[in-house]
């Protein structure tokens, strides 16, 4: 069910559509796609980055794995683009379930690929992700057509504000490009003191569940302190016949657009 405070806020969730058995499938997709691109990743057939804030990135064939920092032994935060390299994650783009909401979302006819990601905030490991938007690392690489880019966030298992939960901030969207942390080295995260995020609510829901945002909007995630994983299956749609994030390069002098 969308509640209409919800939709004003700027974001949907769609409790439990997909059933235990679909969440479970999609589990054993996602772990599968992470032991296929670690495998290679620590037998050293990877390109390594390190960002300006110290974390590690490795690609692996095109998918890129970005590592928790100072984690022992070395886990995973997440991998980016996931759906081709499974059948069942590939399928997602054309189910109605996600695809219906999100075309009334992004108010577009048709729809495409954006980008796809799989975070893994395991337990007891998975570490906190400051305020931000995803507006601005798009903008980098899509330009203004950034506006246009929505995210449907699958929940692999239950999401509680103990494991890691997503903490948006209602109607922020509206106010468009955030003020950044100039301070902050990526040059990516919000300037939490000047954007304000008075009122941010946290979005908990059963596995199954489906949480869909638009770029714009300011949100953060808690570390996960629980004994419980927090798994979770990102589509980035866009409308349709634009280019996939994979095919774009990132240009870092465009942030100089943006407040």
Not at 108 to 130: C, E, M, Q, W, Y
Not at 162 to 191: M, Q
Request: proline share 10%; with cysteine; hydrophobic share 40%.
């Amino acid at each position: 069910m969308v509640l209409d405070d919800e939709r004003a806020g700027g974001w949907i969730l769609l409790p439990r559509l997909f059933t235990p058995a679909e969440t479970a499938a999609l589990s054993r997709a996602a772990e599968s796609a992470l032991a296929l691109v670690t495998g290679h990743a620590l037998a050293g057939r990877s390109e390594v980055t390190v960002w300006p804030d110290g974390h590690r990135l490795e690609t692996v064939q095109g998918t890129t794995v970005h590592w928790e920092p100072d984690a022992r032994p070395p886990a995973v935060r997440s991998l980016s683009p996931v759906t081709h390299l499974d059948p069942a994650l590939d399928a997602l783009w054309a189910d109605e379930r996600l695809t219906g909401p999100m075309r009334r979302l992004l108010g577009a006819d048709r729809l495409g690929p954006f980008t796809s990601k799989l975070n893994f905030k395991r337990a007891g490991v998975g570490s906190a992700f400051p305020w931000h938007q995803d507006y601005p690392y798009w903008y980098c690489c899509a330009g203004p057509g950034a506006r246009d880019i929505a995210t449907a966030m699958i929940h692999l298992d239950d999401v509680t504000a103990e494991n890691g939960a997503l903490t948006l901030v209602p109607g922020s969207h509206l106010a468009g490009p955030a003020p950044r942390d100039r301070a902050e080295p990526t040059g990516l995260l919000v300037d939490a003191t000047r954007a304000g995020v008075d009122g941010a609510v946290t979005i908990e829901a059963p596995a199954g569940s489906v949480l869909m945002f638009p770029g714009l909007i300011v949100h953060r995630s808690g570390p996960n302190t629980s004994t419980r994983d927090r798994r979770s299956l990102l589509l980035c749609f866009q409308p349709a016949g634009r280019p996939a994030l994979a095919e774009l390069p990132y240009r870092p002098e465009l942030l100089a657009d943006l407040p």
